[in-house]
């Protein structure tokens, strides 16, 4: 007897088939719509990346634009600076020279006064020397009746220049 000729056999081929189409058309239909089902979930997570990384691609962008801004303004600064600093530099300069100028006249005046002054004490010292040597030179050739002619004199002289 051949396998193929007893019923075992074919109630097995035909559990096998049975189960065969069970597979086929009860899991496999529930396999494809799982395999969907996961397809589309990936294809939403690689559109969502997509939209991720071009809005992380914007936001790079504009914080590399934020930083070229932030460096731009921060020379703007330190030019500015700069021309505040030789501004300030410039004036400070002109000041010191101002007060320099100022100290300087003030203390020239200050050397002519005192040279003035020293002139003026010497001429006084010079002038009461020679009243004193005048007055040792008439005491001793002046005689008293010379004395009176010379005050008459002096007193006609100063007559003459107050009329």
């Known amino acids: 007897m051949s396998v193929f000729a007893t019923p075992d056999f074919w109630v097995a081929v035909s559990f096998f088939l049975f189960l065969g189409l069970i597979f086929y058309f009860g899991v496999h239909k529930k396999l494809a719509a799982a395999l969907d089902s996961r397809s589309a979930r990936i294809a939403k997570e690689l559109d969502e990346a997509k939209r991720l990384r071009e809005e992380a691609a914007k936001v790079l962008?504009?914080?590399?634009?934020?930083?070229?801004?932030?460096?731009?303004?921060?020379?703007?600064?330190?030019?500015?600076?700069?021309?505040?600093?030789?501004i300030l530099a410039a004036e400070t300069r002109r000041s010191m020279k101002e007060h320099f100028d100022r100290r300087m006249k003030l203390a020239e005046e200050k050397i002519a006064r005192a040279e003035a002054e020293a002139l003026r004490d010497v001429q006084a010292a010079a002038a009461d020397a020679?009243?004193?040597?005048?007055?040792?030179?008439?005491?001793?050739?002046?005689?008293?009746?010379?004395?009176?002619?010379?005050?008459?004199?002096?007193?006609?002289?100063?007559?003459?220049?107050?009329n």
């Open 61 to 86: 962008a504009d914080y590399r634009r934020k930083q070229g801004d932030a460096v731009k303004e921060a020379q703007d600064i330190i030019t500015l600076a700069s021309k505040e600093a030789e």
């Open 130 to 162: 020679a009243v004193a040597a005048a007055e040792i030179v008439i005491a001793a050739k002046l005689t008293p009746a010379e004395a009176d002619k010379l005050v008459k004199q002096g007193i006609d002289a100063l007559k003459s220049k107050l």
